[in-house]
């Protein structure tokens, strides 16, 4: 059963970096698209990154791009986001999402509709 799990989220300053990882299991991590998502409250969900399966490109949604990273460790069967300089406006629940299986590249889309299966969502708090 596939299944992604979210960690690394908490407390932090205007200004400062956390790195969130997904843990994915139940499948073969390089046949799949990851995206991560956020929802901050009273908003909708929106997508920030995604990253292709079988090599494909990431993506990035225009508010975080320079400040974001999302990278994928497909033997560790694991996909990060690195976030700095972060501000209050980043404050959410940040969800992993992916789709698949692909037996070849697919770019990937920053859509919540695209994806089948999420984690449970963690949640991230930026001060000022």
């Known amino acids: 059963q596939l299944q992604l799990v979210e960690s690394g989220g908490g407390l932090v300053h205007s200004g400062g970096s956390l790195r969130l990882s997904c843990a994915a299991s139940?499948?073969?991590?390089?046949?799949?698209?990851i995206g991560w998502f956020r929802q901050a409250p009273g908003k909708e969900r929106e997508g920030i990154s995604c990253t292709g399966s079988r090599g494909g490109s990431t993506k990035y949604t225009d508010s975080v791009k320079g400040r974001f990273t999302i990278s994928r460790d497909n033997a560790k069967t694991t996909v990060y986001l690195q976030m700095n300089s972060l501000r209050p406006e980043d404050t959410a629940v940040y969800y992993c999402a992916a789709v698949g299986p692909f037996r070849w590249l697919r770019r990937c889309q920053l859509y919540v509709n695209e994806y089948d299966y999420w984690g449970q969502g963690i949640q991230v708090t930026v001060s000022s």
């Open positions: 139940g499948l073969t991590l390089e046949d799949y698209i």
